[in-house]
C-alpha cells in the first residue's frame, strides 16, 4: 500500500532520501521535503528531477518548515497526508519530530540518536535520556517509530541481527567498524554536519565491555582492521548510537565501535578541541559578542555536501561478530563496501550521505509493506533484518559475508 | 625636567610600562593609565603599589578611555598636563592617538606599526601606509613621535644603528632574531594579544633582499640559529615591522627578521589558518551570525597575562650585523637575554612583555631629558642608539655583544 512521505532536512543525507524515494515512489506515494530553508529543499527536488528519479508520476514537494516547532509539524503532516516521516534533520530536531507523529500517528523513522544542543555525552545507554520514554506511548498510540535507521546505527544493527540469527551462537563481540577510505581532496572536512560529527568525539568514549558501560577518551585506543577491499585501517575506538541499544538487546558481554581516523583528522581534530574550539558553551569576544566556538568551526569549514563531486574511493562498514556456533569458536564479518564517485553519479551525494540516506528509505518501504510497521517503537535490531538487507540489496548497498567459508555477497536466493 | 607621562592600554606590555615609569618617576613625573576597561588599570595600579615600584611620592592614576576617540583622548591629556603619550595599547589605535598628541603637542612613543582591522600585510614599507604620511605634520608642529620604540621593533633597531656606527661599515645583512625558549606550561598561547600575534603570521613575509622586496610564506624559509644561553633554535623569516624602516634608513641591501617557532605553535597554526579560523573577515554561522573567526579564537586562548607567574626560561632577541670593517669581511651579533622568571618577580609580568614594555620608558626618559626630543616623526635608528642602551642596561635591558673578539657586555665606560 503506497504511504505519503514527508523527509525532514535537507543536507547530503536528505538529498539521498529524497533521490531513493522518488526511485520507489511506487511504493512510497507522495514525497514531501520540508526543512527551515526552502531554497535548500528546492535544490534537492530539482536534483531529482535533472535525474529522472521519479520512478512514476506522482507529488514531489518543497515546504518551509521549522521542525521544533511541533504544532507546524503536526499541520504539514495533516495537510499533505503524511503516513510515514524521514527525519534526516539535525539531531536536535528528533524529540519534536517524533512528538508530532505520536500526535498524528503517521510512522517515524530516523538516523541518529536525539540530542540536546547544549550536553554532549550524557549518561548511557544514550536511547533511554530522551527515546526510550516515549516507547511505552508509542505502543499505546500505535505508532511506529523505528530508530537508527541509517547505516550506523542501522544496518550495522540488522548486521548484528543477522548474525545471530544465523551465524553465531552465544555472541561475546560485536564489533562494529566504520572505514572511509575515500579522498575528498580538501585540507580538512567532515563527511557529515561538523557540529554532529565533531559532538561525537569531543566526550567520553563510552563501550559495553563485560557486561558494563567502560569510559575512555577520543583516540585513547586504536586498532588496525584487514578490511575486504580497503585493506589495512587503523581505527578507534568511539562511542555511537547504536552500542547503546545492542548492549540491551543483543545480550552479548561486548559491543564496541570503531571509527577509522586519518592523521590529519586526529590532528585538527587534537587542536579545535585542546584549544576549546569545539565547545558547545557560548563565549564572550574582547568586543562583547557572545559566540559559540562549534558554530564558529562548522561556518569556516567546507560544507559536507560540497566535497561530493570530487569525492574518490570507498567506505567500507561492517560488524565482526564473535561467539560459538555448534560448539566451535565463530566469527562473521558482515559489511558493506560503497564508492563515493558511484553514490554522486547516481543521486548526486557522496558516500557517506549515500551509506546514511538509503536505509532509512529501505525502512520506510517495510513500513509500507506492513513488515516493520510494528505500532510502536523499535531499534533495528528488534525488526527482521532480511527483509530490510533484501531490499538494500537491490537498492544500492549490497551486504557481504566473510568468515570461515570464504567472502561473498549474501544470498537471499533461499530464505528471505 | 619631568614630564608627565600617559600610558595607552592595560594589557601585559602596559603592566611593564606602568611599573618602569613608577621606578622612573623622578625623571617622568606624573603617571595616568587609561583603558577602555577602567578596572584592568586599577589592576596595574595595585600591582604598582605592591610592589612598592613608585622611585618617590607621585600622581599614579586610572582612567577609562576610547583611544580611538581622539577628543576624548585630547580632553584627558590636557586635563591632566600629559606631555609624553606612551601607547601601548591595540595596534588600530595608533594613528588615533597620535592625532591627539598632534592637536595637544604631546610627544608619541609607541611599539608596534599601526593596523586597520580589515587589513592583513598591507603593501611595504608598512610605515609609509600610516605613520610616514604624518610626519610633515610632527615636523610643522614640533611634536616628537617615536615609532617602533618596542625590543623589536625597537631595541633592535638601536642594536642596528649601534652596530653600524661602532661595529661594521658597508653593511650588507642585517638579521634579526627573536627566539622565546620559555615555557609558559599550556597546550598553546600566544605571548602577546593573539589578534595581533597571529596577524603577523597570516600574510604574506615580507623580506628586504637584494635591495628589493620579496615575498614569501609564512615557515617557508626556516634557518637555525645558534645563540648565546639559549643554544641552537630554528627560527622562520617572517614580516616584521622594523624591516619597513631599516630598509628606508639603514642602507643595507638585506634586511630579514627571523621568529623562533616550536613544532606546537606550527601545528596549531597551520591548522587554524587552513581551516580560515585565522581570518579577519566575518562568517556567517548557520544561526545567521556574524563573527569574525579570529576574535574567536582569542576569546578561547589563554589570556596572555594569565601566563606569566608560570613562564620559566629566556628569550633572546638581537641582531646579526654583517659588512665591511678595515677592508675586512666583519661580522657582530648585538642582543638581550631576558628571563621570564625574573621579569615576574620585578614587575609581574613576563619576559615578552618585559622586554617588549622597558623600552618605551628609556625612550620616554630620553624624551623627557630632551636627547630623543626631536620635535619629529623618527624611528628608533634614526635617533642615537648610545643614551638608549644606556638606560636600558640600568633598568633591566642590559645589551651584549659577540663577534671574534668574544661575547662580552657593552660597555658604557668609555663612551656613552
Redesign the interface.
Known amino acids: 500500500m503506497k504511504k505519503n512521505v514527508l523527509i525532514i532536512g535537507a543536507g547530503g543525507v536528505a538529498q539521498v532520501v529524497a533521490h531513493k524515494c522518488a526511485q520507489n515512489n511506487d511504493v512510497l506515494g507522495d514525497i514531501h521535503i520540508a526543512s527551515r530553508t526552502k531554497a535548500k529543499c528546492d535544490a534537492i527536488i530539482e536534483s531529482v528531477l535533472e535525474k529522472k528519479a521519479m520512478k512514476q508520476d506522482g507529488v514531489l514537494l518543497a515546504h518551509q518548515l521549522d521542525a521544533l516547532d511541533i504544532a507546524s509539524t503536526v499541520a504539514l503532516i495533516k495537510q499533505t497526508g503524511i503516513e510515514i516521516v524521514i527525519n534526516v534533520g539535525t539531531a536536535f530536531l528528533n524529540m519534536s519530530v517524533l512528538e508530532a507523529c505520536l500526535e498524528t500517528g503517521a510512522a517515524y523513522i530516523d538516523t541518529a540518536i536525539h540530542e540536546e544542543p547544549d550536553k554532549i555525552c550524557e549518561t548511557p545507554p544514550w536511547y533511554a535520556n530522551y527515546e526510550w520514554k516515549r516507547k511505552d506511548r508509542c505502543a499505546e498510540k500505535g505508532v511506529t517509530a523505528v530508530l537508527g535507521a541509517g547505516f550506523d546505527p542501522g544496518v550495522v544493527n540488522a548486521y548484528a541481527r543477522l548474525a545471530k540469527d544465523d551465524y553465531v551462537d552465544d555472541i561475546t563481540d560485536i564489533d562494529i567498524v566504520d572505514i572511509n577510505a575515500g579522498n575528498h581532496g580538501k ?2 572536512a567532515t563527511n557529515f554536519d561538523p ?1 554532529i560529527n565533531f559532538r561525537e568525539f569531543t566526550g567520553t568514549v563510552y563501550a559495553w565491555q563485560n557486561n558494563e558501560w567502560t569510559e575512555n577518551k577520543m583516540f585513547e585506543i586504536g586498532h588496525e582492521f584487514d578490511l575486504p577491499v580497503v585493506g589495512k585501517q587503523q581505527a578507534y575506538m568511539s562511542g555511537h548510537d547504536e552500542i547503546h541499544s545492542l548492549s540491551k538487546n543483543m545480550g552479548s558481554p561486548n559491543v564496541r565501535f570503531w571509527m577509522g581516523f586519518g592523521e590529519r583528522y586526529i ?2 581534530f587534537t ?2 578541541k ?4 569545539l ?1 558547545e558553551q557560548p ?5 562583547g ?1 557572545e ?3 562549534l ?7 567546507p560544507d559536507p555536501s560540497s566535497l561530493a563531486p570530487n569525492y574518490t574511493g570507498k567506505t567500507c562498514i561492517g560488524d565482526f561478530v564473535k561467539g560459538m556456533k555448534d560448539g566451535k569458536p565463530a566469527e562473521v564479518f558482515i559489511y558493506n563496501v560503497s564508492d563515493h564517485k558511484e553514490a554522486y553519479n547516481e543521486v548526486g551525494s557522496q558516500g557517506i550521505s549515500f551509506t546514511a540516506g538509503v536505509p532509512p528509505v529501505a525502512a520506510a518501504m517495510l513500513v509500507a509493506s506492513g513488515e516493520w510497521d510494528v505500532k510502536t517503537m523499535a531499534n533495528v535490531e528488534e525488526l527482521p533484518p532480511k527483509p530490510f538487507l533484501h531490499i538494500l540489496n537491490h537498492i544500492g548497498l549490497p551486504t557481504r559475508i566473510r568468515d570461515e567459508n570464504g567472502d561473498r555477497a549474501l544470498d537471499f536466493s533461499k530464505s528471505v
Do not use: R
Open positions: 585540507y580538512f557540529e590532528n585538527v587542536v579545535l585542546n584549544l576549546g574550539l565547545s563565549v564572550t569576544t574582547a568586543e559578542q559566540v559559540v566556538p558554530k564558529v568551526v562548522k561556518a569556516v569549514l
